[in-house]
Structures are given as structure tokens and as C-alpha cells.
Nanobody, 119 residues
Framework: QVQLVESGGGLVQAGDSLRLSCAASGRTFSPYMMGWFRQAPGKEREFVARIIWSGGSTYYADSVKGRFTIARDTAKSTVYLQMNSLKPEDTAVYYC????????????WGRGTQVTVSS
């Protein structure tokens, strides 16, 4: 079974930066893709960014493009989300998730880490 544990969240001011980490464990980790999602209070969970594990191709939501960067360390089974120029609307619980194959859904999720951006 794969376990994902997010860390790095916190309370920051608008314009600040944070780096989130998602550490994976388990013999069957080997993802096709890792993603970051977020959910703000009273809103649906939304996609933020994703990275293909082999090769490192990335894709971002328009709302974070140019400010956030997703990266991975395959040796450490860890995916990162560098968040710069944070805005109050980035406030949310951030989750990482694993997608096992091209045709599968995200099938493993972490418990999330809170990011709060004050104005």
C-alpha cells in the first residue's frame, strides 16, 4: 500500500513563498504521474499541477502558472510544489495524489497540508 505524507504548509503573507513536499512510501509506489490539488473552504477540490514521474513533464492550472513549480526527486520518492508570489486566494488545504497508470484515476491521496495566505 502506498502512503503519501504532505508537509511544508503554513501561514504566510501575500507575496511570500512556500515549498510543499509529499513523501511517498510503500513497495508499489512507482507512479505514472503525481499531482497536487487544493481545496478551499466551501469550494470543490481543484487541480493545481502534475508531473509525469518518468521524464518529468509538467502541467499547471492557469491560476498558478508562472508562480508554482512542481518537481520530483525519484531517488527520494518525493514530489515538491514550490509556490511563489502567493495570493490570499491560494489559501487552501493542499493534497498530493498518485496516479498509477495512464488510464487510471488518482488512486492514492495524502491527508493534506494547510496553506494560509494573509493579505
Amino acid at each position: 500500500q502506498v502512503q503519501l505524507v504532505e508537509s511544508g504548509g503554513g501561514l504566510v503573507q501575500a507575496g511570500d513563498s512556500l515549498r510543499l513536499s509529499c513523501a511517498a512510501s510503500g513497495r508499489t509506489f512507482s507512479p505514472y504521474m503525481m499531482g497536487w490539488f487544493r481545496q478551499a473552504p466551501g469550494k470543490e477540490r481543484e487541480f493545481v499541477a502534475r508531473i509525469i514521474w518518468s521524464g518529468g513533464s509538467t502541467y499547471y492550472a492557469d491560476s498558478v502558472k508562472g508562480r508554482f513549480t512542481i518537481a520530483r526527486d525519484t531517488a527520494k520518492s518525493t514530489v515538491y510544489l514550490q509556490m511563489n508570489s502567493l495570493k490570499p486566494e491560494d489559501t487552501a488545504v493542499y493534497y498530493c495524489a498518485r496516479k498509477g497508470g495512464y488510464y487510471t484515476d488518482y488512486d492514492n491521496w495524502g491527508r493534506g497540508t494547510q496553506v494560509t495566505v494573509s493579505s
